[in-house]
């Protein structure tokens, strides 16, 4: 009889092991929170950028991939979508140098994409333009002066100092999961 009331304990304590080993994963899954709370940010929505970098039309190239920092949280109903100094991707649109004659030189950027609280990565549009000073007033006057020799003088590089604000928008309609 007392192996019989063992075996029973022996039983019972295996039954409840078992059962608390299927309980818990069930209580974990119970446990998880509701889904994240989505919003849109809309396309269109402003925000502004700066230039990390000086970048000037003498040693820029088209093409060439620039930096920026987004400059002010970007909220929706109050919640932050895009967060306060998230980098921002640009590229070189156009660069030419200053040339002879007085001739300015001349730079454009344009703003591509960033990246939302969640990770996705968010189209925007924006450009910046900038040119060099023109000195082909000077240059003519060079050249009444001094001959041949006023052709030589050269115009000014542009440049688009570090610190730049730049205005720009989303490109497109994006959901945006935030974090609870």
């Not at 022996?10 to 994240?36: R, S």
């Not at 700066?50 to 919640?79: C, H, L, Q, R, Y």
């Not at 895009?82 to 030189?105: C, E, F, H, L, P």
């Amino acid at each position: 009889m007392k192996r019989l009331a063992t075996a029973k304990s022996v039983a019972l304590t295996l039954a409840l092991v078992m059962l608390a080993q299927t309980v818990a994963p069930l209580a974990a899954l119970a446990q998880v929170q509701a889904p994240a709370q989505e919003l849109t940010l809309p396309d269109g929505t402003e925000l502004e950028v700066v230039t990390t970098e000086e970048i000037s039309s003498k040693t820029a190239t088209e093409g060439d991939p620039i930096n920026f920092k987004v400059e002010d949280d970007v909220k929706v109903d109050g919640k932050v979508v895009i967060a306060k100094g998230t980098m921002v991707k640009g590229v070189v649109s156009n660069a030419q140098k200053s040339g002879r004659m007085g001739k300015g030189g001349k730079l454009s950027v344009r703003v591509e994409s960033t990246t939302a609280v969640d990770g996705q990565k968010v189209r925007l549009r924006a450009s910046k333009g900038k040119e060099g000073d023109d000195k082909t007033g000077t240059t003519v006057a060079l050249v009444v002066l001094f001959g041949p020799l006023g052709f030589l003088k050269k115009g000014k590089d542009a440049k688009i100092k570090e610190g730049t604000k730049i205005k720009v928008y989303t490109d497109e309609e994006k959901k945006v999961a935030l974090k609870s």
